[in-house]
C-alpha cells in the first residue's frame, strides 16, 4: 500500500490503539495497521476499525489497567 500522505511505502505492523470514549482512555493492543515506513503515518483498514468499535462499546474487562498522566498546556507560560 502507498501512504495517503507522503506516497511512501507502507508495512503491516502490530500497533498500540489509543482512543478516547465517554471521557476514557482506552488502549487497544496488537492492532494490524499498515504503517508508512516514510512518515510513521498509521491506517487502520476498516474491519479493524469495527473490531475495535465493537470492543470500545461491549467494554468488557480489561486485560490490565494502566495510568494516563493529564497536562493541560494552558498551565505552561
Known amino acids: 500500500m502507498t501512504c495517503n500522505f507522503c506516497k511512501g511505502e507502507t508495512e503491516e505492523e502490530l500497533i498500540r490503539y489509543v482512543q478516547e470514549y465517554k471521557g476514557v482512555v482506552v488502549i487497544v493492543e496488537n492492532v494490524p495497521a499498515d504503517v508508512c515506513q516514510q512518515c510513521g503515518e498509521q ?24 495510568e494516563v498522566p493529564v497536562y493541560d498546556l494552558a498551565d505552561v507560560a
Request: positive net charge.
Open 43 to 66: 491506517f487502520i483498514r476498516p474491519e479493524i476499525a469495527d473490531k475495535i468499535q465493537r470492543l470500545v462499546w461491549d467494554a468488557p474487562k480489561p486485560k490490565r489497567t494502566a
